[in-house]
């Protein structure tokens, strides 16, 4: 099976620019996380869907940030306006609650540069 | 809730030589915990995990983990250090069950291992 897939990996913007990022988590896995990784802050969950349904959002750090999950097979996570403190790499993960092992399963990261 | 504390955020070792990474976790019920490797520009990649059973978890490339559930501890050690173990590597911990609604992952802050010739 194919992993987690994001997109793009490298994006470089100028603040005030709206960001999206993607996602396409594992067929079959019905939960999906949105992290972000910083020097700074280590990594911090921003958002999370179960079954395409937001459980948890308390984690996204202002209303520049929003995410969407339409299907099972694609979410999205947009900042819009950009700002350079949102610099960082932002990781999609996914898990089966059906087969839970408390294990996720990350995609390679969308590494976010905003100047 | 949970949380995990990794005591130290850099370790440096020589090549061949111990490599001890600690951990320590917080939780109310019992947990499943991780350790996951990250390379440069990389993923996270998941190195090992306790879920229930033996308490001493063997992973990929030589590494291994004991859960101490009176300490609270879940250290990860590998006998002999090599170069291409250098890299960042995080605890974590969840719930130990499925159902209710937190299938979340909480990370510690790191640990970046140097490994020195």
């Known amino acids: 099976d194919a992993g987690v897939i994001q997109s793009p990996r490298h994006e470089v913007t100028e603040m005030g620019q709206e960001v999206t990022l993607r996602c396409k988590p594992i067929?079959?896995?019905?939960?999906l996380f949105w992290y972000r990784q910083t020097m700074m802050r280590g990594l911090e969950l921003l958002i999370y869907f179960n079954n395409n349904v937001p459980i948890d959002d308390s984690g996204m750090p202002e209303d520049r940030f929003s995410a969407k999950m339409p299907n099972a097979s694609f979410s999205t996570l947009k900042i819009q306006p950009s700002e350079p403190r949102d610099s960082a790499v932002y990781f999609c993960a996914s898990n089966p609650s059906r087969k839970y092992t408390g294990e996720l399963f990350f995609g390679e990261g969308s590494r976010l540069t905003v100047l | 809730a949970q949380s995990v504390t990794q005591l130290g955020s850099h370790v440096s070792v020589s090549e061949g030589a111990l490599v001890l990474l600690r951990c320590n976790y917080s939780s109310s019920v019992p947990p499943y915990l991780f350790w996951y490797v990250q390379y440069p520009n990389q993923g996270l990649q998941l190195l090992l995990k306790y879920t229930t059973g033996a308490t001493l978890v063997k992973g990929i490339n030589g590494f291994e983990a004991e859960f101490k559930k009176s300490e609270t501890s879940f250290h990860l050690t590998k006998p002999s250090a090599h170069m291409s173990d250098a890299a960042e590597y995080f605890c974590a911990v969840s719930v130990g069950y499925s159902g209710g609604s937190n299938y979340k992952l909480t990370f510690g802050k790191g640990t970046l291992l140097t490994v020195n010739p």
């Open positions: 067929s079959g896995h019905d939960y």
